[in-house]
T-cell receptor
Framework: QKEVEQDPGPLSVPEGAIVSLNCTYS??????FMWYRQYSRKGPELLMY????GNKEDGRFTAQVDKSSKYISLFIRDSQPSDSATYLC???????????FGAGTQVVVTP | GAVVSQHPSWVICKSGTSVKIECRSL??????MFWYRQFPKQSLMLMAT?????????EQGVEKDKFLINHASLTLSTLTVTSAHPEDSSFYIC????????????FGPGTRLTVL
């Protein structure tokens, strides 16, 4: 079993819709939960991170963590074509422990 | 700030040859650099962790004699794929850490390696 599971998609949504992404993980020792955006043939860039259960908002993005279910989510409101990318979750144990990445979900926002 | 570059951005080589990929932190000194490999539609897989002036730590299953890592300075790490084979074709991404927080790991743009 992979430590982090993420549906690779693709997920296609119309412009303005809410994009809902999620990952599940198996190791309860994970402490930090990250979301990265990766455009084609580019390196990942950090969108948001959190370390506690609950919601964290940043503009159109909301990250949600449910440690009891080992489930994390990212919501993108009012999606734009420029949001079309691959979104990867990454989970970390104890600060500078290794990042465990999900497979990434490809999102396509159609005008 | 916090820009990480990689060179080359893509490379094509013949089977059996060696390829060197550079990773540079342009505006900060990186305490640690990481090398990842990413196959199409798959997650980033950590290959090795590199600290300046010391030997790299390789992940299980990664051949250290095939993937040579040299962390020559606080701003430069190199990955050399020796005797490359078609199965080594992949997207290689480095990252560099600026500080101790998890949000201070910055990724390079990646290098696409194609071995013919």
């Amino acid at each position: 079993q992979k430590e982090v599971e993420q549906d690779p998609g693709p997920l296609s949504v119309p412009e303005g819709a809410i994009v809902s992404l999620n990952c599940t993980y198996s190791n309860s020792a994970f402490q930090y939960f990250m979301w990265y955006r990766q455009y084609s043939r580019k390196g990942p860039e950090l969108l948001m991170y959190t370390y506690s259960s609950g919601n964290k908002e940043d503009g159109r993005f909301t990250a949600q963590v449910d440690k009891s279910s080992k489930y994390i989510s990212l919501f993108i409101r009012d999606s734009q074509p420029s949001d079309s990318a691959t979104y990867l979750c990454a989970i970390v144990i104890r600060g500078w422990g290794k990042f465990q990445f999900g497979a990434g979900t490809q999102v396509v926002v159609t005008p | 700030g916090a820009v990480v570059s990689q060179h080359p951005s893509w490379v094509i080589c013949k089977s059996g040859t060696s390829v060197k990929i550079e990773c540079r932190s342009l505006d900060f000194q990186a305490t640690t650099m990481f090398w990842y490999r990413q196959f199409p539609k798959q997650s980033l897989m950590l290959m090795a962790t590199s600290n300046e002036g010391s030997k790299a730590t390789y992940e299980q299953g990664v051949e250290k004699d095939k993937f040579l890592i040299n962390h020559a300075s606080l701003t430069l790490s190199t990955l050399t794929v020796t005797s490359a084979h078609p199965e080594d074709s992949s997207f290689y991404i480095c990252s560099a850490t600026r500080g101790l927080s998890v949000n201070e790991q910055f990724f390079g743009p990646g290098t696409r390696l194609t071995v013919l």
